[in-house]
């Protein structure tokens, strides 16, 4: 999934969170789900991060303040990190850790734009009702 989309699912996921030490199993779960289903994802991770800081500073102006949704938004979204690091030639693609970047869990094939759409639309509807709720 795209960065922006794993950002909304770490910080629902944080905000239902039952007690704050449960936000990065939550947030880590959710982008181990995203990742097994088919995606697309944008080939260039600058404009993957541009995206993601996007969705972070929508929550910020929203007035979501909220340290388990940013923390969730942010954790959901670290492991792609080493999508960028892999990109950039600083590691080999043999060396991801990630479950569903590694093989361990299934990565969901290559979508088109109908669903990178509905991540947008899905994202967008995630961070307004968050805004929403912070009101
Ligand atoms: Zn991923």
């Not at 939550?26 to 982008?31: M, N, P, V």
């Not at 959901?76 to 869990?105: M, Q, Y």
């Not at 109908?114 to 967008?124: F, I, P």
């Amino acid at each position: 999934m795209c960065v922006f989309t794993h950002f909304a699912a770490g910080a629902v996921a944080g905000a239902f969170s039952p007690h704050a030490a449960l936000v990065p199993v939550f947030a880590l779960g959710s982008h181990m789900i995203l990742d097994m289903i088919p995606h697309f994802d944008f080939e260039s991770m600058f404009l993957e991060i541009v995206l993601g800081l996007i969705a972070l500073g929508i929550l910020l102006l929203g007035g979501v303040y909220s340290l388990s949704i940013i923390l969730g938004g942010v954790i959901a979204a670290l492991p792609d990190l080493e999508n960028l690091l892999v990109k950039t030639g600083k590691i080999g693609k043999n060396r991801k850790l990630f479950p569903s970047h590694s093989g361990i869990l299934p990565h969901g094939a290559r979508a088109g734009l109908v669903n990178l759409t509905m991540q947008s639309v899905l994202s967008a509807a995630v961070l307004g009702f968050l805004i929403w709720r912070a009101a």
